[in-house]
């Protein structure tokens, strides 16, 4: 069982006097500000006191493993940050996972020999284990070792409808009743697959298939109640949990003669990107789609899953992934901001570095505030160096209503670390807000995402946001980014407290122009700066005005459909979304066999139905794919 340290969460306050204004706490209450400014700054100073101390194997540590490490040895430093968390997992055991950049394989068993487990290990030293807490600082000082840090986190896009007490009792009933008939996704008549079956005599006959995503534990079990097929899964890659099973059954309702395949991409990250690779080579799949995101992927560059991406796309292969489900600027539902950094005017008493400034106006506002949805979520900060060669130091603070730091993220960036930040929202209380400090270097564009959460005003707080948030391997140059948009009643829940419901949208077969994609699908544009090598795409200009935009998301379809998988009835998200488009490119592949994936794409595109703006838009990139006019598209003749 892993428990999560609760040693300190009031701790960084970012102002004195003028900032404190912008924190909403009143000038009128002189006690209120100095008590806060107080608490701030020797927060503050006793984090950065960390940071100005570190040893040379603390250096190559994450600063929540350093700061759990120290606040529990030291109880003066404990009484200066008394609420702070790291977000440290811990387990009875005294382990926590983590992920490690060694050279070679010796540091493998270097964890072993030091009461550790390994868990994944890739020939080119990325290790995933459950360390001993007592034993990062020798396995971080090993001179192959280049970094150790907690395990990335990944999350897959389902959103649970049916088990949220908010979901209208006619979603509930809508599902339910699908299942209960026929035990096929919605999306089959929704995308016109059903009527294409006939019309052009395609089943996804001669096709592979294959997903990724958290686990198949029901696939005996669909199986047998004749929803599935025989399923290749790759060797010891059944991985935990069922979004597998339920992305599986949709394949198989609109291709129902493709083969199967699966693999989780849960292990870890780097073991997510191999799979990826043993999925084409191993397991021959022409299609595979996926509906999973890691939070440290880079929005600005190709890092390892999206390198994995780019090598089987240029070998053939057809790669849908999901967009996300963390809101759009759209429909005000998301939690994300890119701009170039901008120093404000009002400095931190006693502190090293210089925050951001959110409001491009002539007023100061060195935070942007939370929504009560953000609770628990986690905070990621990019910026636009590259990945594994930043030398500009950036911090994350996560500020409570009093102005004390209850979490933050302040590694070191010296010339060969990530341009990256994490921490996350406490799980309770309320007027959270985040604050990024530019501790030293050069001005940067920064990425600021609360991953589902929302930004929101409070007090004298602005919110702002921005759209982009679609990231990573989904928005991979080749790869097919899918957006999500209702087969039936949209999904039946306010996104948060206080949010309308989300408008009624197309139902079966009928998707029209004004039909309404989901509002927690993610939007783009994504902004690039950096060729997966690392080089820059505009050498010198690495700010608003520098890189280069991809038109992601790409396509959109179903999702709030009927599977047969507990937990998933109905299935709602855009990881829903994600295996209707690939079981399409199924039947336009068993189809035309020789179509190339340019052809493929050509198709898909024309022949989308337009949900926004004319052409391409932000949020459902070309419109919601139907099967019907993309085999005409590709020139399949009808039988």
């Not at 209120?32 to 250096?59: F, W």
């Not at 430093?77 to 968390?85: G, S, V």
């Not at 849960?266 to 999973?292: H, M, P, Y």
């Not at 050498?539 to 047969?564: E, L, M």
Request: hydrophobic content about 40%; charged content about 15%.
């Amino acid at each position: 069982m892993v428990r999560f340290s609760r040693v300190a969460a009031h701790a960084v306050p970012l102002t004195v006097g003028a900032l404190l204004l912008a924190t909403g706490v009143s000038a009128a209450q002189p006690s209120t500000v100095d008590a806060a400014a107080a608490r701030t700054e020797a927060g503050i100073n006793a984090l950065q006191g960390i940071k100005k101390s570190l040893t040379p194997a603390e250096r190559k540590q994450s600063s929540q493993l350093v700061v759990e490490k120290r606040l529990r040895a030291d109880r003066s430093l404990a009484a200066k940050l008394p609420d702070y968390r790291s977000g440290v997992g811990v387990s009875n055991a005294g382990t926590v996972s983590v992920d490690i950049a060694a050279h070679g394989n010796a540091a493998a068993n270097a964890v072993k020999a030091a009461g550790g487990t390994v868990r994944f290990a890739s020939p080119d030293g990325a290790i995933r284990a459950d360390l001993p807490l007592s034993a990062v600082d020798t396995i971080a000082g090993r001179a192959d070792v280049a970094e150790v840090k907690p395990a990335s986190q990944a999350t897959t896009w389902h959103e649970p409808g049916n088990r949220d007490a908010g979901v209208t009792a006619a979603v509930q009933a809508a599902g339910a009743q699908a299942a209960a008939a026929t035990q096929v996704s919605e999306g089959d008549k929704a995308h016109g697959a059903d009527t294409a079956r006939t019309t052009y005599g395609v089943s996804g006959s001669g096709i592979k298939v294959c997903v990724l995503s958290d686990g198949v534990d029901s696939l005996a079990k669909s199986q047998s109640a004749g929803e599935l097929p025989a399923v290749d899964v790759l060797s010891g890659q059944k991985g935990s949990g069922d979004e597998g099973t339920a992305m599986l059954e949709i394949i198989h309702d609109l291709a129902p003669n493709a083969t199967l395949g699966f693999a989780t991409a849960f292990t870890s990250e780097a073991s997510f990107a191999a799979n990826i690779r043993a999925l084409r080579t191993t397991g021959k799949c022409q299609i595979i789609v996926d509906d999973v995101a890691y939070f440290d992927e880079s929005p600005f560059q190709d890092t390892q899953v999206a390198q994995a991406v780019n090598d089987v796309t240029a070998a053939g292969v057809l790669y849908f992934s999901s967009a996300g489900n963390s809101g759009n600027a759209t429909d005000s539902t998301s939690g994300y901001y890119e701009g170039d950094f901008r120093a404000s005017s009002t400095k931190i008493s006693g502190v090293t570095g210089t925050p951001h400034d959110f409001d491009p106006s002539s007023t100061t506002q060195n935070f942007d505030a939370l929504s009560a949805g953000s609770l628990g979520k986690p905070v990621t900060l990019f910026w636009s160096d590259p990945w594994g060669k930043s030398a500009n130091d950036y911090d994350l603070f996560i500020l409570n209503s009093s102005g004390s730091v209850v979490a933050s993220s302040e590694n070191g960036q010296s010339g060969s670390q990530n341009p990256y930040e994490i921490a996350s929202v406490p799980t309770t209380g309320s007027g959270y807000k985040v604050a990024v400090v530019k501790y030293s270097g050069a001005d940067r564009f920064i990425a600021l995402n609360v991953i589902r959460g929302r930004f929101v005003a409070s007090g004298s707080l602005k919110a702002f946001s921005t759209n982009g948030v679609t990231n990573g391997h989904s928005a991979a140059a080749n790869a097919f980014s899918v957006a999500a948009a209702p087969a039936g009643p949209a999904f039946g829940r306010p996104l948060e407290t206080g949010d309308p419901a989300n408008p009624a949208g197309p139902y079966p077969g009928l998707y029209t122009a004004s039909s309404k994609w989901e509002r927690f699908s993610s939007d783009g544009k994504r902004h690039l700066f950096y060729n997966a090598d690392g080089t820059a795409l505009t050498p010198g200009n690495v700010s608003s005005t520098g890189g280069a935009t991809r038109n992601k998301p790409d396509i959109t379809a179903a999702d709030g459909v009927a599977t047969s998988v507990t937990g998933f009835q109905p299935f709602f998200g855009t990881s829903a979304a994600a295996p209707h488009a690939a079981a399409i490119a199924a039947l336009l592949l068993s189809g035309k066999p020789t179509a190339t994936p340019a052809q493929v794409r050509s198709a898909l595109v024309s022949s989308a139905i337009d949900l926004g703006a004319p052409g391409f838009d932000t949020v459902t990139g070309s419109g919601v794919i139907m099967a019907g006019p993309a085999l005409a598209a590709l020139g399949v003749a009808a039988k």
